[in-house]
């Protein structure tokens, strides 16, 4: 080992988990905000998708009549 190389003392590797956790939340938390806004999308292109397919039977049964 160099002698600017040293390991990390057991106070110091839980230093760095301690402080590391808060970014790993963070990233979790974009993750999760990353994933409502891809199922509100889901849902509104849902919602949109059966109303265009609910005028859609509404026309072809009174086309029908």
């Known amino acids: 080992m160099n002698s ?3 390991r990390a003392s057991a106070a110091e590797r839980e230093a760095q988990r301690v402080f590391k956790q808060p970014e790993s939340k963070k990233v979790l938390s974009e ?3 990353e994933q409502n806004a891809l199922r509100e999308n889901l849902r ?3 919602a949109e998708r059966l109303s265009r397919e609910s005028v ?4 072809r049964g009174k086309k029908n009549n």
């Open 31 to 33: 993750h999760e905000r």
């Open 44 to 46: 509104r292109l849902r």
């Open 4 to 6: 600017q190389q040293r």
């Open 56 to 59: 859609a039977r509404d026309d």
